[in-house]
Structure formats: structure tokens, C-alpha cells
């Protein structure tokens, strides 16, 4: 009598086990089915877990910060150093001249046809430069470094100008009011970031244009729904942050108590801790 064997065919999409005995009865074991049943099954059940689309708007620096009493030291002797080093400029060399000419002017031995080169022409002056000059920098008026009550107006983009800022909104979660960095529940045939680029066009008479840095995320979070708007298969809430440049709006202050604009140190005063801890993962002081 032939001994039983055992043929094994493995092929990449399924694992068929043969066995044959001395009469005859074959035995075949479909684990790739199993395995497709039970993927259909956990397939067909929803996810307890909604995903959003969130981004973080940074509104730039628009002025340089101001200099601390160390590189205002350092930028003098660097002044120093670069003025003690140069050569004279156009403007003093025509200085130089000017002077040398009315010297010789002066002089009982002038003879005023050495002057043929400036013969009908209109002579100005390094100093007549220099008027001119002083008295254009003196209509100059330069724009504010700060624009005075509103550095701590929250919901103006145009408060710490050389800092940058980041914009909240308040959202209504349960029965609570937070701040969030703006965030929308995602749609079906959409990608995350479209997601977050409607979250952003979303907001209510702000008109913000802003330019994504790329199409993956930067951050993530995961919260759970309070337990009193908890529904049935809906347990919280998986958050994807993207981050965005602020490249233009108008110039009008959002609707106080629901948008803010706050430095990075400022977070702490508005956001969760636990917010807090992933947000500031991804957010950099520039």
C-alpha cells in the first residue's frame, strides 16, 4: 500500500492543502477564503472614529524684531570696522572736488578758464545733494512697528508684527466651547488636504488665502467625543493637521471671541494641554 502524502501549492494569492489517504478522499483547505471572509466582514463594519481635516495658518513676520542690547553692541562695532576699512564713495569723492574747486577759486592766481568744463551748465553741489536728500528724509514717514491697542487685540492679523502668529477658531464640542485650529469633517471622494483647504475656505467672513506647504500631514490627534453626544458606533475624533502660509486677506479684524491670531507662546492661554502637546510638535517660532 502507498503511504499517505501531503501536497502544499502556494500560490501568492491563496494556501491550498491537499491531503491524500490510500482511498481516495481529498481534503482542501481554503485559507485565502477564510481569510477574505473575515476582511469583508471587518471591511463592512463603520469605523467608530471620524476623521478631520485641520490646518495651521501662520501669518509671518512682517518686521524684523527688535535688537537686543547685544546686537545692537555688535552691529556697532561691525559699523565701525566696516567704515574704517572701505574706500570713499562717489559722493565723498565729489565732496573732495567741490572743495578743492572753491580753494582755487579763492586763490589771486585763478584764471576762470580752467572752469570750461562746467561753462553753461548748471553746477550742483555734493551739498545741494545733501539738502535735497535730508529734506526728502524728513517727508519720510515710516510705517508702525506695532500698531498700538492692537497688540492685544487677539482677532487682528496685524498685531506683533515681527512675530508670527497662528489662527484658532472656537468650536462648539458637546457642550463645550474650545479652541481649535480650524478643522472639518472629511468627505467621501476627497483627500485630507482638500479637507483641510475647505475647513480653511469654511470659516465664516474671514477670506483668508493661504498657500499649503505640501500634501502630507504634519501632526495628528485623536480625542474622544463627550459622553453626552456620543452616538451609537461614534466613539471621538481622528484629526490630521496641515500646515499653510498666510498670503493675503483683508485687513479687518475677525469676529472677537471666535477667531484669534496668537504667538506660539500664547497657545498655552487658549489650547487643551493635550491639544497643546501635539500642536506645538509642528509649529515653529520663525
Known amino acids: 500500500m502507498a503511504a499517505p502524502f501531503t501536497r502544499v501549492y502556494r500560490p501568492f494569492w491563496r494556501i491550498i492543502t491537499t491531503t491524500t489517504s490510500n482511498r481516495g478522499v481529498r481534503n482542501v483547505s481554503y485559507t485565502s477564503q477564510r481569510w477574505s471572509a473575515q476582511n469583508v466582514k471587518t471591511a463592512g463594519a463603520a469605523s467608530p472614529w471620524a476623521l478631520h481635516g485641520a490646518v495651521c495658518v501662520q501669518r509671518l513676520p512682517v518686521v524684523s524684531q527688535d535688537r537686543s542690547p547685544i546686537e545692537e553692541e555688535f552691529m556697532e562695532l561691525m559699523h565701525k570696522m566696516e567704515l574704517e576699512r572701505s574706500l570713499l564713495a562717489d559722493h565723498e569723492l565729489k565732496l573732495l572736488d567741490d572743495a578743492a574747486r572753491m580753494s582755487r577759486k579763492q586763490e589771486e592766481d585763478y584764471d576762470s578758464d580752467e572752469e570750461e568744463d562746467y561753462k553753461d551748465k548748471e553746477i550742483v553741489t555734493a551739498q545741494d545733494l545733501e539738502d535735497i536728500w535730508e529734506q526728502k528724509l524728513k517727508d519720510f514717514q515710516p510705517a508702525l512697528r506695532s500698531q498700538g491697542n492692537d497688540q492685544k487685540d487677539a482677532s487682528s492679523s496685524e498685531r506683533c508684527l515681527s512675530d508670527s502668529l497662528i489662527l484658532l477658531v472656537k468650536k462648539d464640542v458637546g457642550s463645550q466651547k474650545l479652541w481649535l485650529l480650524p478643522q472639518i469633517q472629511w468627505q467621501m471622494g476627497e483627500t485630507l488636504r482638500q479637507t ?61 471671541n471666535s477667531f484669534a491670531w496668537v504667538k506660539k507662546d500664547e497657545l498655552q492661554d487658549f489650547l487643551k494641554p493635550e491639544y497643546l502637546k501635539q500642536v506645538r510638535r509642528f509649529i515653529m517660532a520663525l
Do not use: I, M, W
Open 196 to 256: 483641510a483647504e475647505r475647513a480653511l475656505a469654511s470659516l465664516p467672513d474671514a477670506d483668508l488665502k493661504a498657500t499649503f506647504l505640501g500634501n502630507a500631514p504634519c501632526g495628528f490627534y485623536k480625542y474622544k467625543y463627550p459622553k453626552d453626544v456620543q452616538k451609537e458606533g461614534s466613539v471621538g475624533a481622528k484629526v490630521f493637521f496641515f500646515k499653510a502660509v498666510l498670503s493675503s486677506h483683508k485687513h479687518l479684524p475677525l469676529e472677537k
